[in-house]
């Protein structure tokens, strides 16, 4: 079982080293929860962003909440054939739906991946979105139990760094790009259906970072990127049955679609 210090080493990795990611993206078909689909909006903005063209070694995973209709997702299957769809036989909920995304994660063969980036599937990226992910994780993501490239969320400047903050821990929340080691899965699978989280209706993002720090509780602060590398489309919540724009929440400072932060 591994301790703390096999997710926070403090040591940056090699800027040369190739690593393997997986991103990770609960979906379902939002018409069916009255709400409007814009998957094709986020895979359009990877697409503008260059990451199907990257050299950079990415695999994606869609899994779907057991939605009636999957036709929503053809265009996957006709644009992205390398896009991995994980499908539900039965009908599943944001919260079960995540579970199975951390059960299938913690069921990867040792070393498949090294870090996965649980994103959404109502987001925006930057330009040159993974090349950026993948300098500033080998930079940063050593340094705090997860990180993340989303910051909805008040962050604190780290002294002659601009390019990461450091945030407290239990003021996380949204998980638009949530970047951890495939090996904490199971520890967040473990209390995922705590009797506290249940009663107070938790919902996934929160679930996972409650988890985490109720088996790591000395982890207090994450490092997360600065500016944010992704946007929530803030469209309104499909779980909720709220087919409204502009009451979702938001980075505090997104680069934007057009701009690349350059990181080297």
Sequence with gaps: MQNINYFINKKKIDIDKKLKYLITIPCVNRLERNAINVIDKTFESFEKSGLFESDIDVTINLFDSGSINTSYLDFIKEKYPKVVIMYSSTPLNGISNTLKMFFYISKLPINTYDYILWMDDDVFVCKNFIKNADIWIKKYANFSIFSSLYVPYESHVVPNDIKVRLADIRGFYGTCCT???????????????????????????????????????MAKKICVSYPSLVEHMNIGSAIKQKKIVNKGHKSKFFIGEDNDPKYI
Excluded at 181 to 207: C, G, Q
Aim: aromatic share 24%.
């Design 179 to 217: 970047i951890f080691k495939p090996e904490l899965a199971k520890f967040v699978m473990s209390n995922w259906y705590n009797p506290h989280f249940e009663r107070f209706n938790y919902n996934p993002d929160t679930r996972f970072r409650d988890s985490v720090i109720k088996r790591f509780p």
